[in-house]
């Protein structure tokens, strides 16, 4: 059966629980309140079973656990963009909100609407997402440090102690950071080598930035074309005119990867004075007016 024949189950899924609405044959919808937890993906099996297409909204790490789940026993798994279920339930005029409401409206998208079955990352992919935000803390962590080192410097009375144990917080964040930096990279050389090598021929990016693109991309498998990478970044133009009425000029979107964004920020400094193809396109967009 295709995913589209499958019977349809919708899952709001919270922090502590997971309300469910599923349509048996030949009888009525019905709604199931089970925990968020192992028990819980259980009794949710048990009642639907697991030739189904489960539908679910994207909600952090609150659904990994679920979809990993059911997709492990055989289950067809959908993981939508809460806006386009918002955008569903607006399109239809529904008033009040409630998870089984919110489970209700989550099957009837699975049944109205073609979606995209989920499909879970290699084991690499998500141990680097874990080594990048572990990076990401770290980094904040140790801005956080520094920043109260200057303060602190700066008084009129500057308590020696004070100082070096923030030096040495420093150094050891430092230290951390630097380590946990070599580690992602080995992680991601050893399975995209043909990849970091093309990436680092491009004039402007580095190792770093290489690699982030990878991750952010999941090494590129899953993407057709350039323009969707540039979405995900949230890099596209957004227009907004409407007849007479034009709002502001046209700037990018920035729905999407906020971090990675910043990291091609500033790359394009570099390319722009090693990269003849980046300088040509500065030129040519400060020629016509823009910023």
Not at 8 to 17: E, R
Request: hydrophobic content about 40%; some cysteine; charged content about 20%.
């Amino acid at each position: 059966m295709t995913a589209l024949s499958l019977p349809v189950v919708g899952i709001d899924v919270s922090k502590a629980t997971l309300a469910v609405c599923y349509h048996p044959t030949d009888q009525q919808v019905k709604h199931l309140e089970v925990s968020n937890s192992k028990a819980g993906f259980q009794q949710l099996v048990k009642a639907c079973g697991t030739s189904c297409l489960f539908v679910m909204e994207a909600t952090g790490t609150y659904n990994l656990a679920l979809a990993y789940y059911l997709h492990e026993h055989g289950g067809q798994v959908a993981v939508l963009n809460p806006l386009v279920i918002r955008r569903f339930i607006q399109l239809h005029l529904s008033k009040g909100k409630s998870d089984r409401k919110d489970a209700q409206w989550l099957l009837r998208y699975g049944q109205q609407q073609a979606v995209k079955t989920w499909q879970p990352e290699e084991a690499v992919l998500v141990e680097c997402r874990q080594l990048e935000q572990v990076t990401e803390q770290l980094l904040k962590q140790k801005t956080m440090v520094s920043n109260s080192l200057e303060a602190l410097q700066r008084q009129p009375c500057v308590s020696t102690l004070a100082v070096k144990r923030l030096q040495q917080i420093l150094k050891a964040l430092t230290q951390q950071v630097e380590a946990v930096e070599a580690e992602l990279l080995t992680l991601l050389e050893q399975r995209f080598a043909s990849e970091m090598t093309l990436l680092c021929s491009i004039p402007g990016i580095g190792r770093k930035t290489a690699g982030l693109l990878l991750l952010f991309a999941s090494g590129f498998t899953r993407l057709d074309n350039y323009r969707q990478l540039i979405a995900m970044a949230g890099l596209s133009p957004r227009e907004h005119t409407s007849g007479t009425s034009i709002r502001g000029k046209v700037r990018i979107t920035k729905t999407g990867g906020g971090l990675i964004r910043s990291k091609l920020f500033m790359c394009s400094f570099s390319a722009k004075k090693k990269n003849a193809a980046c300088q040509a396109l500065f030129d040519r967009l400060v020629a016509k007016g823009k910023k």
